[in-house]
């Protein structure tokens, strides 16, 4: 059965520095492209990052330059090293493939607050 376990979120001062980490069990980890989501509080979830299983990105034009994606198939991970945030940063991280497939996990709270 797929699990994932998303981990790394907290409270940041704006211009900030966070290590979110996505670990995902129970599958071939290494065929799939991943996403990295967030929701803020009242809005739908929408793309952050993406990596694909070949070790291709993109970013959502939101955090270009700022964040980045990465993945370590020897440890079933996907990272996003998200540097200089910003209070619109704040919202709940999740990871999924692109259709969504495997089952949500229960996020990680970033709170870009000072």
């Given at each position: 059965?797929?699990?994932?376990?998303?981990?790394?979120?907290?409270?940041?001062?704006?211009?900030?520095?966070?290590?979110?980490?996505c670990?995902?069990?129970?599958t071939?980890?290494?065929?799939?492209?991943?996403?990295?989501?967030?929701?803020?509080?009242?809005?739908?979830?929408?793309?952050?990052?993406?990596?694909?299983?070949?070790?291709?990105?993109?970013?959502?034009?939101?955090?270009?330059?700022?964040?980045?994606?990465?993945?370590?198939?020897?440890?079933?991970?996907?990272y996003?090293?998200?540097?200089?945030?910003?209070?619109?940063?704040?919202?709940?991280?999740?990871?999924?493939?692109?259709?969504?497939?495997?089952?949500?996990?229960?996020?990680?709270?970033?709170?870009?607050?000072?």
């Amino acid at each position: 059965q797929v699990q994932i376990v998303e981990s790394g979120g907290g409270l940041v001062q704006p211009g900030g520095s966070l290590r979110l980490s996505c670990v995902v069990s129970g599958t071939i980890f290494s065929i799939y492209s991943i996403i990295w989501y967030r929701q803020a509080a009242g809005k739908q979830r929408d793309l952050v990052a993406r990596i694909t299983s070949g070790g291709a990105t993109t970013y959502a034009d939101s955090v270009k330059g700022r964040f980045t994606i990465s993945r370590d198939n020897a440890k079933n991970t996907v990272y996003l090293q998200m540097n200089t945030l910003k209070p619109e940063d704040t919202a709940v991280y999740y990871c999924n493939t692109p259709n969504k497939i495997f089952p949500w996990g229960q996020g990680t709270q970033v709170t870009v607050s000072s």
